[in-house]
């Protein structure tokens, strides 16, 4: 069974710009989820979708975007890059009906520059 | 003050030697609680998933959870070089998918 993919693993960014994270969740999972790691924060939890709908948010600033499609796919957006965007993107994934074990990807390595 | 509290480390030990990882926290709300070991530059790998207060075991690794006393703890035996990682503790309320995460343990083992 394949696990939670990420793509890309890795990548740079100039501030201003923006850019867009791609996680393919779990054969049969319905709830994917972002987490946001750096060293001075830690594990932080961005939002949540399930079912094409963001069911849950965490408080990052509206720059933070993000998305699911119908085959549960989703992806994340960051606008307007700063510095202190660089981190590792996790993306997790869930069967999303209360039993909670999560499973993340190996996340996308970020860097703005 | 944080939700969840984790001493950050660095834990060495020698092979063979228990371990013991510990987390504390402040939302008496939280009835999931998991552990996850991260290697370094790759995703949180799920190492134990306990509901509510006990014990769970799976082959050389033990979760405890008080929910009185708000304390998870994990335990290693007989650790193993491949062990050494970053340990993260993380926990959330019945029925969300959003995990609040200590700030990881990062344990060596020494051959």
């Known amino acids: 069974k394949a696990g939670v993919t990420q793509t890309p693993r890795y990548l740079i960014k100039t501030r201003g710009q923006q850019v867009t994270l791609s996680c393919s969740p779990i054969s049969g999972h319905r709830s994917v989820s972002w987490y946001q790691q750096t060293p001075g924060q830690g594990l932080q939890f961005l939002f949540e979708y399930f079912s094409e709908t963001q069911r849950n948010k965490g408080n990052f600033p509206g720059r933070f975007s993000g998305r699911q499609f119908s085959n549960s796919r989703s992806e994340m957006n960051v606008s307007t890059l700063e510095l202190g965007d660089s981190a590792l993107y996790l993306c997790?994934?869930?069967?999303?009906?209360?039993?909670?074990?999560?499973?993340f990807g190996e996340g996308s390595w970020l860097t703005v520059v | 003050q944080k939700e969840v509290e984790q001493d950050p480390g660095p834990l060495s030990v020698p092979e063979g030697a228990i371990v013991s990882l510990n987390c504390t926290y402040s939302?008496?709300?939280?009835?999931?609680f998991m552990w996850y070991r991260q290697y370094s530059r790759k995703g949180p790998e799920l190492l134990m998933y306990t509901y509510s207060s006990g014990n769970k075991e799976d082959g050389r690794f033990t979760a405890q959870v008080d929910k009185s006393s708000k304390y998870i703890s994990l335990f290693i035996r007989d650790s193993q070089p491949s062990d050494s990682a970053t340990y993260l503790c993380a926990m959330s309320v019945r029925g969300a998918n959003n995990l609040f995460f200590g700030t990881g343990t990062r344990l060596t083992v020494i051959p």
């Open positions: 997790a994934s869930s069967l999303g009906t209360g039993e909670n074990t999560i499973y």
């Open positions: 939302n008496s709300a939280f009835q999931y």
